[in-house]
Each structure stands twice: as structure tokens, then as C-alpha cells.
């Protein structure tokens, strides 16, 4: 059984940053291709970032390209968003996700 725990949300105000982590047990996490979703309130559950298990290919969704970076240390099994120049729009609750486990979310809010 593998626990995904998220956190590092908080509020911030616009153009400010945030680094979410995402914590995951289990030996296995080293060999799992992980992903961060968001959810904001009244709208679908969207992709944000993913990274391969060996780190050799990330992606981006088109509205955070430039800025947020995804990264993990498998040593820790911890992956990390950092989210930089933020805006209002990115206001949701931010999941990290790993083959069929996904963690509890941790609360992104940004204040103008």
C-alpha cells in the first residue's frame, strides 16, 4: 500500500511562489512516473505537470509552461512543484498523483 501526502499550500499573493512537496511510502515510488493535478472550485480536475520515474521527461500543462517546475529526489521518495510568479486563476486544491494512488491535496490560494 503506498500514502501520498501533499503539502506546502498555502496563501500567497499574486506574483509570489509556493513549493508544494508530495511525500509518497513504499520502496516501489522510485519506479513511478508522477503527475500533479489541480481542482479549482466549480471546475474539473485538470492536469498540471508530470515526470517520469528517471526523471528524463517532464511535461507541462500550456498554463503553467514558464512557471512552475516539477522535480523528485527518489532517495526520499518526494516530488516537489514550484510555482513561481503565481496568479489568481491558479487558486485550487493541488493533488499529486502516482499510478492509481493520489494523495489528500494540499490548498493553493493567491490574493491579489
Known amino acids: 500500500q503506498v500514502q501520498v501526502v501533499e503539502s506546502g499550500g498555502g496563501l500567497v499573493q499574486a506574483g509570489g511562489s509556493l513549493r508544494l512537496s508530495c511525500s509518497a511510502s513504499?520502496?516501489?515510488?522510485?519506479?513511478?512516473?508522477m503527475a500533479w493535478y489541480r481542482q479549482a472550485p466549480g471546475k474539473q480536475c485538470e492536469f498540471v505537470a508530470t515526470?517520469?520515474?528517471?526523471?528524463?521527461?517532464?511535461l507541462y500543462a500550456e498554463s503553467v509552461k514558464g512557471r512552475f517546475t516539477i522535480s523528485r529526489e527518489n532517495a526520499t521518495n518526494t516530488v516537489y512543484l514550484q510555482m513561481n510568479n503565481l496568479k489568481r486563476e491558479y487558486k485550487a486544491s493541488y493533488y499529486c498523483n502516482g499510478e492509481q494512488y493520489w494523495g489528500q491535496g494540499t490548498q493553493v490560494t493567491v490574493a491579489s
Open positions: 513504499g520502496r516501489a515510488f522510485s519506479m513511478y512516473n
Open positions: 515526470i517520469t520515474w528517471n526523471k528524463r521527461q517532464i
